[in-house]
């Protein structure tokens, strides 16, 4: 795989959001490694504390609609350094009970 430094993203060949170059990633390269919502961010991100795996959030998007039940219907994203991109996505995989896709 290889990495998009503007979009932060994994890749073969082209970046799939931008179009752009890409090239092989660093260790402390942040990449995105789930797109999710308030719930499980809330639930991911001890556990990444826990596994000592630092983690940061994207801006959200959506965050202005809600549903009738009055719940925000926002994405999260959340990026790992790629060194910590494999362990976090077998975390990722405890929370959704699955084999997680890549974002």
């Known amino acids: ?7 932060s993203l994994l890749a073969e060949g082209t970046c799939p959001q931008c179009g752009g170059k890409v090239r092989e990633p660093r ?3 942040p990449v995105l490694f ?3 919502d308030a719930l499980h961010a809330a639930m991911l991100e001890p556990l990444l504390e ?4 630092p983690s940061s959030r994207g801006a959200t998007v ?4 809600a549903m009738d039940g009055g719940m925000p219907m926002e994405e999260i994203r959340l990026y790992v350094p790629y060194g910590a991109y494999a362990r976090a996505l077998e975390l990722l ?4 009970g ?5 974002p």
């Open 93 to 96: 995989e405890t929370i959704e």
């Open 34 to 36: 789930a797109r999710t």
């Open 50 to 53: 826990e596994e000592q795996i």
């Open 27 to 29: 260790e402390n390269d």
């Open 98 to 102: 699955a084999p997680a896709d890549e």
């Open 62 to 65: 959506g965050a202005a609609f």
């Open 1 to 7: 795989m290889l990495y998009c430094p503007r979009c």
